[in-house]
């Protein structure tokens, strides 16, 4: 079992920047790939950027060049760093893991809103 938590989300205007944390814990070792999704309200739940345990990072085109994902030395954190955001980049935020025997984990989601 992987328990995932999220934070750093809140209210920024357009053009800022905001830093999105995901801490993992429980059985870590396992972890392979981490990833952010994200869900606007009334839409489904998008993909945004994934990073791999060998440090390969993708990205979906609406938000590439802005927004960099990054794991941390220990491994069990993963961040998504958030600039020039834009308001249709507003939603909740999720962090993703799976796992080298095929388990899939999610976190609760933090709230990101771009708004003047």
């Known amino acids: 079992q992987v328990q995932l938590v999220e934070s750093g989300g809140g209210l920024v205007q357009p053009g800022g920047s905001l830093r999105l944390s995901c801490a993992a814990s429980?059985?870590?070792?396992?972890?392979?790939?981490m990833a952010w999704y994200r869900q606007a309200p009334g839409k489904q739940r998008e993909w945004v950027a994934t990073?791999?345990?060998?440090?390969?990072?993708n990205y979906a085109d609406s938000v590439k060049g802005r927004l960099t994902i990054s794991r941390g030395n220990a491994k069990n954190m993963v961040f998504l760093q958030m600039n020039s955001l834009k308001p249709e980049d507003t939603a909740v935020y999720y962090c993703?893991?799976?796992?080298?025997?095929?388990?899939?984990?999610w976190g609760q989601g933090t709230q990101v809103t771009v708004s003047s």
């Open positions: 993703k893991v799976n796992t080298v025997n095929g388990g899939i984990y």
């Open positions: 429980g059985s870590i070792f396992r972890i392979n790939v």
């Open positions: 990073i791999t345990s060998g440090g390969s990072t």
